[in-house]
């Protein structure tokens, strides 16, 4: 019988991941997929991941990732329980380790990078402009408000209501099946000390809140494009999520898309390709904007997100997402038990 390995942090109330490392190669599953199925159900985290040894030396591990919610994932929607793969390096060293999410039921292939010396993850979004909704309708305050309790009759609380003598509506967004509030507080961002852990549900459809506030952009030097600093508290489900991809990649995909929310800092432009001709034919400009986004700081668990996202910009101004890489520290906590041989 193999011997297997849970590994779930305690302490982080987000979006929960459960690994088990099971001792054997994957061509020789020690766990049947219907075992492994049932025991993901049973172990009630968001996504759980079975590792496997590698067949031979030099070649790659597999994971199983099963995915109990599948609105958790930010590249596609994939089914309840179903399963894609991970091929990656069995080695570890201080060079750039290269992963691959096989992702069956899509056909997509999503690269992630991880570089143990500075211990830096990246992963490139696929096609994110099919999962990324702007259009969704906008929330009255007295509906975000509703979500307070007692922070509702703080008075930095009631200025975010009002705006130029009327109440302030605030957009929604999906992406991937999951749908924001966005509520930016930016005149008044200690106010994202107060805020509490509360969800806020409209018409079944909108189940988180993104209190945001953004900081004053860094300018590149030497070349290096400027950076877009945002703070955010990411409220889904009456859980707060320290560290939320997904709300991170929306929000600055949003801020990238929106000119009338348009950061301060100076967008660095680049030409589509080197030559001039070629450039006024296609008639698009390629555009850049680097986003770090700190999250966690109020909970105790401060980390930083980066996003870099490349956009296309048409002759009528029109922008679309060409690609999203993000980045962030690989650093993690969590601790181990036996639970079966």
């Known amino acids: 019988m193999?011997?297997?390995?849970?590994?779930?942090?305690?302490?982080?109330?987000?979006?929960?991941?459960?690994?088990?490392?099971?001792?054997?190669p994957r061509d020789q599953p020690p766990l049947l997929a219907a075992r492994r199925s049932r025991l993901a159900a049973e172990l009630n985290t968001n996504t759980v991941a079975f590792i496997y040894d590698a067949?031979?030396?030099?070649?790659?591990?597999?994971?199983?990732v099963f995915i109990l919610a599948a609105t958790h994932f930010i590249f596609t929607n994939v089914e309840r329980r179903t399963a894609f793969n991970i091929v990656g390096p069995s080695e570890h060293s201080n060079q750039q380790q290269t992963t691959v999410f096989r992702i069956p039921e899509s056909g997509l292939n999503v690269p992630v990078f991880f570089n143990p010396y500075r211990q830096v993850?990246?992963?490139?979004?696929?096609?994110?402009?099919?999962?990324?909704?702007?259009?969704?309708?906008?929330?009255?305050?007295?509906?975000?408000?509703?979500?307070?309790?007692?922070?509702k009759n703080l008075p930095e609380i009631e200025k975010l209501g009002q705006g130029e003598g009327k109440a302030r509506e605030y957009p929604v967004v999906s992406l991937g099946g999951r749908s924001?509030?966005?509520?930016?507080?930016?005149?008044?961002?200690?106010?994202?000390?107060?805020?509490?852990?509360?969800?806020?549900?409209?018409?079944?459809?909108?189940?988180?809140?993104?209190?945001?506030?953004?900081?004053?952009?860094?300018?590149?030097?030497?070349?290096?494009?400027?950076?877009?600093?945002?703070?955010?508290?990411?409220?889904?489900?009456?859980?707060?999520?320290?560290?939320?991809?997904?709300?991170?990649?929306?929000?600055?995909?949003w801020l990238s898309l929106e000119p009338k929310e348009d950061l301060a800092g100076k967008v660095e432009k680049l030409s589509v390709s080197d030559?001039?001709?070629?450039?006024?034919k296609s008639g698009e400009l390629?555009?850049?904007?680097?986003?770090?986004?700190?999250?966690?700081?109020?909970?105790?668990?401060?980390?930083?997100?980066?996003?870099?996202?490349?956009?296309?910009?048409?002759?009528?101004?029109?922008?679309?997402?060409?690609?999203i890489v993000v980045s962030g520290r690989a650093n993690f906590t969590s601790r181990g038990q036996l639970i079966g041989t």
């Open 2 to 24: 193999p011997i297997f390995q849970v590994f779930s942090p305690s302490r982080f109330e987000g979006s929960r991941a459960t690994v088990v490392a099971l001792r054997g």
């Open 55 to 64: 067949p031979a030396i030099n070649q790659p591990r597999i994971l199983d």
């Open 121 to 151: 993850a990246a992963c490139a979004v696929p096609d994110i402009a099919n999962l990324l909704k702007l259009d969704g309708p906008k929330i009255p305050w007295t509906k975000i408000l509703e979500t307070q309790g007692q922070s």
């Open 180 to 253: 924001w509030v966005l509520v930016d507080v930016s005149d008044h961002a200690d106010v994202l000390k107060s805020v509490e852990r509360q969800g806020i549900e409209v018409d079944g459809e909108v189940q988180g809140l993104i209190w945001f506030a953004q900081q004053k952009s860094q300018v590149g030097k030497r070349g290096e494009p400027t950076i877009d600093g945002l703070v955010i508290r990411v409220v889904y489900n009456g859980w707060e999520e320290e560290a939320s991809a997904n709300a991170a990649v929306m929000l600055a995909a």
């Open 275 to 280: 030559s001039k001709d070629e450039n006024e």
């Open 286 to 323: 390629s555009e850049r904007r680097v986003f770090g986004v700190q999250t966690g700081a109020e909970t105790g668990r401060p980390g930083t997100i980066a996003l870099e996202i490349d956009l296309k910009v048409d002759k009528q101004n029109k922008k679309k997402i060409e690609s």
